[in-house]
């Protein structure tokens, strides 16, 4: 895992109490996404998890422990490594990741094969 990681598992502690989605940001995210299935890359605490997502990809455990119940399933990983089959999803999306979470690449490409949002 990348070093923003143990940032995150630092600074991540409550994280979820105080982060609250911009319903505007949301509406917006919803819309470029469009239908089909999601996989949400650098999801963190699943603030801006669309119903679609099938799988949330989030480098820090302390991120993943704060997930909501009911959310989709979430494991430990980065885009240039995404533990994801070719065709999980539709489309994938990370929303203000910072480019040490990983980037877009052939991988997520695979995983996705109709684009990443960012």
Do not use: F, W
């Amino acid at each position: 895992m990348p070093k923003t990681s143990a940032a995150y598992d630092r600074i991540g502690q409550g994280y979820a109490r105080v982060r609250r989605p911009d319903p505007k940001i949301a509406a917006q995210l919803a819309a470029a996404i469009g239908p089909g299935t999601v996989l949400n890359v650098g999801a963190g605490s699943g603030s801006y998890e669309t119903p679609a997502c099938v799988l949330a990809v989030e480098p820090s455990a302390v991120m993943i422990a704060q997930r909501p119940a009911g959310a989709a399933q979430a494991v430990r990983g980065v885009a240039e490594a995404l533990p994801a089959a070719d065709g999980a999803g539709d489309v994938a999306h990370g929303l203000a990741d910072p480019p040490p979470l990983g980037q877009p690449d052939t991988r997520v490409r695979r995983a996705a094969p109709r684009g990443a949002a960012r």
